[in-house]
């Protein structure tokens, strides 16, 4: 059974309903086309995908390995520490469609695999890689708020030592 109808039975989502979503995008998926995707008989297209995920509610990943939606050839296998980002637009939390970032990120295979199964984020607290996501990025902010912050008052700092010595004037 293709991962497809593995989710479709999960969430009791039907072709039918991918179809409608889907043609909201591209017209040119109809009822045949769609059946050769969800029977892994050929891939959709970016825009297709998206569609399919959104509407069933799960990350492409669920869907494919990345081996097969990656159809580019290695150049060299990545390591955690080699982590490729590649910014577009998605972020749940925001409905204006402006404000939208979307992060993809590319990691080793096995440590992707134990790190973002579903008992492994459970474990760690997480319900799904976008929690994960936005609490580590949460994180960051937290940290550059205090760095910048800290920068702010070295800088008040300085400018009152400059007043001091006499090299500014009030």
Known sequence: MSRYKKIMLITGIMQKEILTNIQKIDP??????LS????DI????KSTLES???TLRCDVLDIYDQQEINLLPNKIDLTVADVKVNAEHNNKNVSNKSNIY????EIDRNTAQRVFSKSALKKLGFSNKTDFVRYAVNE?????DEIEQKEK???K?????KIDIGIVTK
Do not use: A
């Open 102 to 105: 979307n992060l993809t990120v």
């Open 42 to 45: 050929c891939l959709p297209t």
């Open 153 to 155: 008052i070295d800088t």
């Open 52 to 54: 399919i995920c959104k």
């Open 157 to 161: 700092s300085t400018h009152q030592k």
């Open 36 to 39: 050769k995707i969800v029977n």
């Open 140 to 144: 960051l902010v937290k940290k550059l």
């Open 28 to 33: 040119r998926i109809d009822k045949p086309l």
